[in-house]
C-alpha cells in the first residue's frame, strides 16, 4: 500500500499492485508503468522505493518518528532498499543529478571497453548516501502520518488486502481519486509544456487529474511533487555541499505543506 500510495501522491503510474505473494519467497509488490528518466522522475522512484519501510514504522512503532522506530519493523523491505541506493547513486554518481555536485560517469567503461579504473568511494561518501536515504524515509513518515488519518489507512489497507490485487484505476478509487484515462507519466513537467504550448497537444483529462486535491494537506500531485523536490534538494545539499538547505527538518516541510 505505500509503495502504491506514495506513487499516487507523486505522479509515477503503476500498472497493478498485488499483496499477496505470486510465488514462493516473493513478497506483494507494485508494477510501475513506462520508465520516467528525468531527474524528477527517478527522485519519485526513490521516494516510492522507502514508502514500504516509512509504512512499517508508522504501524509497527509506537513511536514512528523516533531513530529507534527502525528497530521495529522487518527485513521486507530489504529488496526496496536496494532499488533506492542505486536510483540514489546512479543520480549522484552518474547522471549528475546533484545540485551540489559535478558532471561525471564513474563506471570507467565505454560499451565493453574499460576506459578508466576509478577507485571505489570513500566510506565517508558510503555513510551520506545511507544518511540521505534515512532522511528522505524520516520525512515520508512525517508526512504520511500528516497526511491521513490512522483510520483511514487502516480502512484502505484492509480493504486492498481483501482483493489481493488491484490495477491502477482500481487503486485510485479505493483511495477517493479520479483516474485519468491516459498512462502519460503525472510527475513534476518541465517548462517545455510552455514553451512549445502551441505545438504540443496537451491532455485535458491528465491536467485535471493533476489539479485533484489529496489527504489532509490538500495537495495536489504537482504541489507534493514540488514540496518533496525540495525536501531531496535540500538533504542533498545539507551532506553534499556548503550551502545551507532551505529545508533543514520534516517539520519545516510540513509546516510548509500545510
Request: proline share 4%; with cysteine; hydrophobic share 40%.
Amino acid at each position: 500500500f505505500g509503495h502504491a500510495y506514495a506513487s499516487l501522491m507523486l505522479g509515477v503510474r503503476i500498472n497493478h499492485v498485488v499483496v499477496v505473494s505470486p510465488k514462493q519467497g516473493v513478497g506483494g509488490f507494485v508494477s510501475y508503468s513506462g520508465q520516467d528518466s528525468s531527474a524528477t522522475g527517478l527522485m519519485a522512484r526513490i521516494y516510492t522505493a522507502l514508502a514500504s519501510r516509512a509504512m512499517e514504522r508508522i504501524f509497527l512503532s509506537e513511536n514512528p518518528l523516533a531513530p529507534e522506530a527502525v528497530m521495529d519493523i522487518t527485513a521486507g523491505p530489504s529488496s526496496d532498499i536496494l532499488q533506492a541506493t542505486k536510483l540514489l547513486f546512479n543520480m549522484l554518481h552518474e547522471l549528475g543529478f546533484n545540485p551540489g555536485g559535478g558532471t561525471m560517469e564513474r563506471m570507467g567503461f565505454d560499451g565493453p571497453f574499460r576506459y578508466a579504473n576509478f577507485s571505489d568511494l570513500p566510506t565517508e561518501q558510503i555513510d551520506k548516501l545511507g544518511r540521505v536515504l534515512r532522511e528522505i524515509e524520516d520525512f515520508m513518515v512525517a508526512d504520511f502520518m500528516g497526511m491521513q488519518s490512522r483510520k483511514w489507512y487502516i480502512e484502505k489497507i484492509t480493504e486492498l488486502a481483501r482483493e489481493g490485487a488491484m490495477d491502477e484505476k482500481q487503486f485510485y478509487k479505493l483511495v477517493g481519486r479520479e483516474h485519468p484515462k491516459s498512462k502519460e507519466s503525472m510527475t513534476r513537467q518541465s517548462l517545455i509544456e510552455k514553451d512549445f504550448a502551441k505545438v504540443v497537444r496537451s491532455n485535458p483529462e491528465l491536467k485535471k487529474a493533476l489539479k485533484q486535491k489529496i489527504g489532509l494537506f490538500n495537495r495536489t500531485t504537482l504541489e507534493s511533487a514540488d514540496l518533496y523536490q525540495q525536501v531531496f534538494i535540500g538533504i542533498l545539499k545539507k551532506h553534499f555541499s556548503n550551502d545551507e538547505p532551505k529545508v533543514g527538518s520534516c517539520e519545516q516541510a510540513l509546516r510548509t505543506a500545510s
